[in-house]
């Protein structure tokens, strides 16, 4: 079923829109810059509305990363404005918000169990595994 309207309820999306975000699918995630232009990279999302948040997994070095933490230094309330999106045929969906990096063993913890069960894999254990985790004011798309 496609939505006529691609603005989302975030907190509340519709059974196809959430449906469509538990699929399993490669997104992209859209960082800024030091300079302000988009580093756009594939990646896992996992999306947990009942919380409005996104969350991607990753290793701490990574310019996805660095990106988030060079601008939650320089941006006003210590957050990085970024995007992850997801597409399959004329289907897509894109979530949006502040995104900051958790490094504590909860935060990582959960992120990987929802990766898990989205990806139908658990992740190899990696020390310098960390979360971008994204507090989502905006959800668009087709499902």
């Not at 995630?29 to 509305?49: A, F, I, K, M, Q």
């Not at 969906?93 to 894999?121: C, F, I, K, M, Q």
């Amino acid at each position: 079923m496609r939505v006529s309207n691609p603005g989302h309820d975030v907190l509340n999306p519709t059974p196809e829109y959430l449906a469509f975000w538990r699929e399993r699918h490669v997104c992209t995630l859209t960082t800024p810059r030091p300079d302000g232009s988009p580093h756009v990279v594939p990646v896992g999302v996992t999306y947990d509305p009942g919380a409005g948040l996104a969350r991607v997994i990753s290793n701490k070095h990574s310019k996805k990363v660095r990106n988030v933490l060079a601008a939650m230094e320089s941006a006003p309330g210590g957050s990085a404005r970024v995007a992850v999106c997801q597409m399959e045929g004329r289907r897509w969906a894109t979530l949006e918000g502040r995104a900051v990096v958790r490094t504590d063993e909860a935060s990582v913890a959960e992120a990987v169990a929802r990766y898990a069960e989205r990806y139908g894999r658990v992740p190899s254990p990696n020390p310098d595994r960390v979360v971008v985790e994204i507090t989502l004011d905006r959800a668009m798309g087709r499902a």
